[in-house]
Antibody, heavy 120, light 108 residues
Framework: EVQLLESGGSLVQPGGSLRLSCAAS????????MSWVRQAPGKGLEWVSG????????YYADSVRGRFTISRDNSKNTLNLLINSLRAEDTAVYYC?????????????WGQGTLVTVSA | DIQMTQSPSTLSASVGDRVTITCRAS??????LAWYQQKPGKAPDLLIY???NLESGVPSRFSGSGSGTEFTLTISSLQPDDFATYYC??????????FGQGTKVDIK
């Protein structure tokens, strides 16, 4: 059974930093692209960042490019998202999601999300 | 970036109705399009990938079609479990994988 378990969400002050992690199990992690998707309270889904199966290609939404860094450790089956210069508009539930393939693909499994709240 | 526009934003329907949701892309996304269903307080579930392929375990009343810039999700006979919000997503190579704004299907 595929499992994705996010962690690291918390209340952070504007301008602060945070590291989100996603522990993956139940599939061959190194064979699949991964993404982070967020959802602000009462709003729709926003794709934030993606990474290819090898980690050789990374992609970002314009709204986070330069502030967010996605990475993965295929030896530990872990996906990470480093978030810097946090803003109020970054407040959201952050989901880790598994791609169907190693490259660009739909997201076939999702974690339950971790909440990031940016407030003074 | 590629913009995805769904219509309608809200749809009121009855059990047994045929429901169609449209998703338009600001430029061609080829066949790199998926549909998701999300219920309140839950993570999204993948319904359709690569325009028209039904994800394993998804009922056959869901179907997808289209190409290039215009796509549709059809529910052939709406069931009580289908009242939810639906999102399209493009995952064209080398661009942010944007979602549509969502379509909420509620009870008429």
């Amino acid at each position: 059974e595929v499992q994705l378990l996010e962690s690291g969400g918390s209340l952070v002050q504007p301008g602060g930093s945070l590291r989100l992690s996603c522990a993956a199990s139940g599939f061959t992690f190194r064979n699949h692209a991964m993404s982070w998707v967020r959802q602000a309270p009462g709003k729709g889904l926003e794709w934030v960042s993606g990474i290819s199966n090898t980690g050789g290609h990374t992609y970002y939404a314009d709204s986070v490019r330069g502030r967010f860094t996605i990475s993965r450790d295929n030896s530990k089956n872990t996906l990470n998202l480093l978030i810097n210069s946090l803003r109020a508009e970054d407040t959201a539930v952050y989901y880790c999601a598994k791609g169907r393939y190693g490259g660009n693909s739909a997201l076939d499994h999702w974690g339950q999300g971790t909440l990031v709240t940016v407030s003074a | 970036d590629i913009q995805m526009t769904q219509s309608p934003s809200t749809l009121s329907a009855s059990v047994g109705d045929r429901v169609t949701i449209t998703c338009r892309a600001s430029q061609s996304v080829s066949s790199w399009l998926a549909w998701y269903q999300q219920k309140p307080g839950k993570a999204p579930d993948l319904l359709i990938y690569d325009v028209s392929n039904l994800e394993s375990g998804v009922p056959s009343r869901f179907s997808g079609s289209g190409s290039g810039t215009e796509f549709t999700l059809t529910i052939s006979s709406l069931q009580p479990d289908d009242f939810a919000t639906y999102y399209c997503q493009q995952y064209n190579a080398n661009s942010p994988h944007t979602f549509g704004q969502g379509t909420k299907v509620d009870i008429k």
